[in-house]
């Protein structure tokens, strides 16, 4: 299901990959299922980042909305750090508040340092959404998706 608001899909209501456990199910302690990560970088699902006629209103979109965040100071820089769902770090504090900067976030929790199955899902949805494959772990090439300036994307 994808809501529409004037015409443009949200970035939390994306749906990706395949149905089920997903790519989580098959993660080995520390790393994540390769097998996946080529398959989806080799063949995504329809509808991710392209340049066609058919994204230019979600385009125009996005662009009012990085600049008007651009004009409220811009995305929090994170850390070069790796997390993955389950650890409790403050860095995880950091990447909630830029994951709802961007839209993917919406989930307020008493525990901001806890990486829960709510933020797992919006960085598969900003990595989704960005190119990259869906593993939900915080890694080197997600860390500097994330760190793109407003003002640049």
Known sequence: M???????????D?????????????????GYDRE??????INPPKGFPTLSKANVAATKVAIDRYTQIAEAGGFIPLPDI???????????ALLR?????????????GYPNFYS?????????????NGLAP?????????????VPAEVR
């Open 82 to 92: 790796q997390l993955e769902p389950g650890e409790t770090q403050p860095a995880v």
């Open 36 to 41: 996946f990560v080529k398959d989806w970088q």
């Open 97 to 109: 508040r830029r994951l709802a900067a961007s839209g993917d976030l919406n989930e307020e929790t």
């Open 14 to 30: 994306i749906q990706f990959g395949p149905t089920g456990d997903g790519p989580g199910a098959t993660r080995t302690e520390g």
């Open 117 to 129: 199955s709510e933020v797992e899902k919006a960085v598969m949805r900003f990595q989704a959404s």
């Open 2 to 12: 994808m809501a529409a608001t004037s015409g443009c899909v949200l970035a939390q």
């Open 135 to 147: 593993t939900g772990i915080l890694d080197k090439r997600t860390i500097a998706a994330l760190n």
